[in-house]
């Protein structure tokens, strides 16, 4: 195995999302918030979009995305990630769409969820060698939540993270490196989730998490403690100052993100106030790191 050495700057972070608009809802605030401090930040999107369908009522009559709509999510991409102020790279696969039905129907022949792994890993094996980053940030086991290209975005990251120190893995594709640190997003926290559902009621205003939160609560007999999540939150990064940038990014996704939806329910002065960070789980590290954490460069800086 290749050891990354102590890093000289400037640090650099890999997120690895399924579908162009992932990055700017999960993690956003954060990755701006590296890139403002120098570190070299590269999102590598998995897939096209081009299953996607339009989320946002006012780009209904939009020709562009109905005629094309993976060409119009790349312009969208690329308008995004000038907002964070982060690269990002295609991995080049088909979008494989959320199937829906009972029974399920398959997914499309030849989307990214339906690859074998070694061939659906071997584009970002070549891109970590390449960026060579000390940190890889991707998904948990359920993907986030459970789109079939969610969930192989989190095994193609995992896979890269184990094999793309080991040469005799994945030859053709550059020269060995090992990233130090995996890091899941957790996004979708319960207690984030909790503590601004309070907030806005406290301020008279209306909560969309309720139903959410009474979902979660079912676990409960007695309706108090969420269900326990399958990896804890260890890392919080404190990056309130880049919450508007975060949104001008998820504005930027014009054909799947509603400026008057979900995402929007809570301004960004009470998010400082009431949760000023995005929350992780660092899964495996290859550098001593003492947990909780503030940094995801701790033990390399």
């Known amino acids: ?22 990055e700017s809802s999960k993690g956003a605030a954060t990755m701006a918030m590296y890139a403002s401090s120098g570190v070299d930040v590269l999102v590598a999107t998995c897939t096209d979009g081009s299953r996607g369908d339009i989320q946002n009522p006012a780009m209904e009559s939009a020709p562009h995305p109905k005629r094309d709509m993976a060409g119009a999510r790349r312009l969208e991409m ?6 964070l102020g982060i690269r990002q790279r295609w991995l080049g696969f088909v979008d494989s769409g959320l199937p829906e039905g009972d029974p399920l129907p398959p997914l499309p ?3 990214f969820a339906t690859l074998p792994l070694g061939r659906a890993a071997a584009p970002l094996v070549r891109l970590v060698r390449s960026f060579k980053p000390h940190v890889i940030l991707s998904y948990d086991e359920n993907g986030g939540y459970p789109h079939p290209d969610h969930i192989m975005a989190h095994r193609v990251a995992v896979e890269a993270f184990e094999a793309a ?15 130090s640190k995996l890091y899941y997003d957790r996004a979708f926290s319960p207690e984030r989730f909790r503590a601004l559902h309070y907030a806005l009621e406290e301020a008279g205003l209306q909560s969309p998490y309720a139903e959410r939160l009474a979902a979660w609560l079912e676990a409960d007999a007695e309706g108090h403690t ?18 508007e940038a975060r949104d001008d990014a998820l504005r930027a996704h014009r054909t799947q993100i509603d400026p008057e939806g979900f995402f929007f329910a809570v301004s960004p002065a009470m998010q400082r106030q009431t949760w000023p960070w995005e ?14 954490e503030t940094d995801f460069f701790a033990g390399l800086r």
């Open 165 to 179: 120190g080991d040469p005799a893995r994945y030859p053709g594709t550059g020269e060995a490196w090992e990233p």
């Open 78 to 83: 690329d308008n995004a990630a000038k907002v």
């Open 1 to 22: 195995m290749t050891a990354s050495p102590r890093p000289s700057a400037p640090l650099r972070l890999l997120a690895v999302h399924a579908h162009p608009d992932d």
């Open 279 to 292: 929350d992780y789980s660092l899964i495996q590290s290859r550098v001593p790191a003492d947990v909780p």
């Open 109 to 111: 022949v030849g989307s």
């Open 226 to 243: 969420p269900p326990a999540p399958t990896h804890p939150t260890t890392t919080q990064i404190e990056c309130g100052d880049f919450f």
